[in-house]
């Protein structure tokens, strides 16, 4: 069996999908060719489904939406934080978050943007970054 960073360098390898599904030009769906780029889909995925939304796992997922709702204080950003970083060690724990970047839209309190840097704990010099834009429910 070929290791995950074999697979990386191999051109006829798909390691996923991508999310949200779409048609692509090789496909019905667009699909991932490394580790680092399906890692970032599946933090996507987990963290934009809210818990109770999945059937069968009522656990998966995490309550970033939902705070967007609750009362604004000081630790809003920790909370979001501790969140994030919660989540990802139950569901996804080959993840390392490196940094964690919350911006929230001060015109639409509704809308906030997270920016998050992240590795694979195999592979922790390469990174990868991807944006959340999470809108309360």
């Known amino acids: 069996m070929a290791s995950?960073?074999?697979n990386d360098l191999n051109p006829d390898v798909y390691i996923g999908l991508e999310l949200p599904f779409a048609r692509s030009r090789t496909g019905l769906f667009g699909l991932t060719k490394t580790t680092l780029e399906q890692a970032?889909?599946?933090i996507k995925n987990l963290l934009l489904t809210a818990k109770g939304e999945r059937v069968m796992q009522p656990d998966f997922g995490s309550d970033l939406r939902a705070l967007l709702f609750?009362?604004?204080d000081e630790n809003i950003e920790e909370r979001i934080?501790?969140?994030?970083l919660e989540s990802i060690s139950t569901?996804?724990?080959?993840?390392?978050?490196?940094?964690i970047d919350i911006i929230q839209d001060e015109s639409n309190l509704n809308?906030?943007?997270v920016d998050l840097d992240f590795s694979l704990n195999y592979e922790p010099d390469r990174?990868?970054?991807?944006?959340?834009d999470?809108?309360?429910e």
Do not use: C
């Open 70 to 72: 609750e009362q604004t």
């Open 127 to 132: 990174f990868n970054t991807i944006t959340l």
């Open 4 to 6: 995950a960073r074999e």
């Open 40 to 42: 970032g889909h599946n």
């Open 134 to 136: 999470i809108e309360g």
């Open 91 to 99: 569901w996804l724990p080959y993840i390392s978050i490196q940094k």
């Open 81 to 84: 934080e501790e969140t994030i």
């Open 111 to 113: 809308l906030m943007k």
